[in-house]
């Protein structure tokens, strides 16, 4: 390795079991503060909302899924969560610069092109940002949050999540493995 | 007495600081768990890293912990606290979808703004593809309205749909999670890939 890691010395990453009672640890903090957990996909339906408002904000205005977010002059980049994954950004670069991990890299199988891996990062994260829409909310804030609230959905969408990816896991090995 | 902002009159501007800062700590514990590598979390469908099990397990346990314990010490009002809303089809069709997303594209949207703080392109397009996934079901919203408005629960608990108490639901999750635990600790042994590992 290049750079020293000025947090962890000389292992690479943080013991999982550590920087896990460091995330919960956090996530605590977020619901004793706000009442509410940790998120992602909500700060980008906000952006999502709000480019769809410039370009047509009439239609905008007009539609059942992009209407509740704007009713009465409201800004949807002026949310709790978008704040948040402000934080994420720059909580992972700190994190990153600390660690000696800064750099720009396309990481993919030997098996794969880079370009191959870009192309279906864009899928993935299509069908991601569908789904987070569709089952209200991600792996942070449907499936950790709702778990740690002990709430069904959070249990639900977990299972669903991890089982699915499981379950077709052998299908894209070539991608991975 | 928690929750602190939603009972007390606490300022925009503070607010948003507040969520800036545990968006920090989001970010950097994520970062340092390697979750801003997509082989690193892709290694837990195939046995070789589960360090997504491990955190995301640990995380839950603490919080869901922390929460029993802040309650049972009247330290925080439960009624305040959000509990997800449950919709039957919409979480399961929606954890599908998202679940072929995570093995397809390698990440999930928070790991993804980890992983673009330092610099992964990979993870930059991902997150480039969930605004399209996203845009794509705002404008096919009138398509799913239905089916995702189908069969509301509300906040239901689990431990209130079995009817066991909260803290023996949580002792429950917490024996399950030591046994993940230990098969991912023999799966990264069975299924090691030191070639993989070496480079993440």
């Not at chain 1, 700060?43 to 009713?71: C, H, L, R, W």
């Not at chain 2, 397009?125 to 096919?140: N, Q």
């Not at chain 2, 024996?175 to 098969?183: E, P, S």
Request: with cysteine.
């Amino acid at each position: 390795m290049a750079h020293h890691n000025y947090v962890t010395g000389t292992k690479k990453y943080m013991n999982p079991y550590v920087a896990g009672i460091m995330l919960g640890t956090v996530l605590l903090l977020s619901f004793y503060l706000t009442g509410r957990g940790l998120g992602a996909s909500g700060a980008m339906k906000s952006a999502v909302v709000s480019t769809v408002n410039v370009v047509a904000p009439e239609y905008t205005q007009g539609s059942d899924f992009y209407g509740k977010y704007i009713t009465g002059g409201k800004n949807p980049m002026n949310s709790w969560l978008v704040f948040q994954v402000l934080g994420v950004l720059v909580g992972g670069f700190l994190s990153g610069a600390l660690a000696g991990r800064l750099t720009w890299k396309t990481e993919h199988s030997p098996n794969i092109t880079a370009r191959k891996r870009i192309v279906l990062a864009i899928i993935g994260g299509a069908l991601f940002g569908f789904g987070s829409q569709f089952g209200r909310g991600c792996t942070s804030g449907a499936a950790l949050s709702g778990m740690a609230t002990l709430s069904l959905a959070g249990f639900v969408t977990m299972m669903s999540i991890f089982g699915t990816a499981f379950l077709f896991a052998y299908f894209f090995r070539k991608n991975w493995i | 007495m928690g929750p602190i902002i939603p009972i007390n009159d606490i300022s925009m501007e503070i607010n948003f600081l507040i969520a800036f800062l545990v968006g920090l700590g989001f970010g950097f514990a994520l970062e340092q768990a390697g979750f801003s590598s997509s082989r690193k979390l892709a290694g837990m469908f195939y046995g070789y890293d589960t360090v997504v099990l491990k955190v995301f397990f640990t995380a839950a346990i603490t919080a869901m912990l922390g929460l029993v314990f802040l309650n049972y010490f009247e330290l925080i009002d439960l009624g305040v606290v959000y509990i997800n809303e449950y919709y039957i089809e919409s979480a399961i069709i929606g954890g599908v979808i998202m679940g072929l997303g995570f093995i397809v594209g390698g990440f999930c949207p928070g790991t993804s703004v980890c992983a673009a703080a330092i610099g992964k392109i990979d993870a930059i397009a991902f997150l480039g593809g969930s605004f399209l996934g996203i845009l794509a079901f705002g404008e096919t919203y009138p398509l799913w309205e239905n089916i995702y408005m189908k069969n509301y629960l509300g906040g239901l608990k689990l431990s209130d749909a079995v009817g066991i108490s909260d803290g023996l639901l949580v002792f429950g999750v917490i024996a399950a999670a030591v046994l993940m635990f230990w098969i991912g600790e023999w799966a990264e042994k069975r299924f090691g890939r030191p070639d993989i590992t070496k480079e993440i």
